[in-house]
């Protein structure tokens, strides 16, 4: 589940949103000004996440032949 807070609210409770995080396995948004600036997340999760993007584009590679898919190309491919 992802959720988007204020960035002020975040400082202010830092502990609480890291515990929040760990615990329930949430992505939170950091807002400045109404604008999205970050997200802050588990480490496992962005790892998992990094693993999923790079065997996605091993795999893509092997199909096309390419040496290197950009994360533009697999945006533009698969409307992610």
Do not use: C, F, W
């Not at 890291?18 to 600036?37: D, F, N, Q």
């Not at 990094?50 to 898919?69: H, P």
Request: no cysteine.
């Amino acid at each position: 589940m992802v959720k988007t807070i204020p960035m002020t609210k975040a400082r202010v409770g830092l502990g609480a949103l890291v515990k929040e995080i760990l615990k329930h396995k949430r992505t939170y948004i950091l807002e400045k000004s109404g604008v999205e600036t970050v997200a802050v997340l588990d480490a496992e999760e962005l790892q998992d996440l990094k693993d999923a993007l790079e065997a996605a584009q091993r795999l893509l590679r092997e199909k096309n032949k390419e040496t290197r898919v950009s994360h533009d190309t697999l945006k533009r491919r698969y409307g992610v």
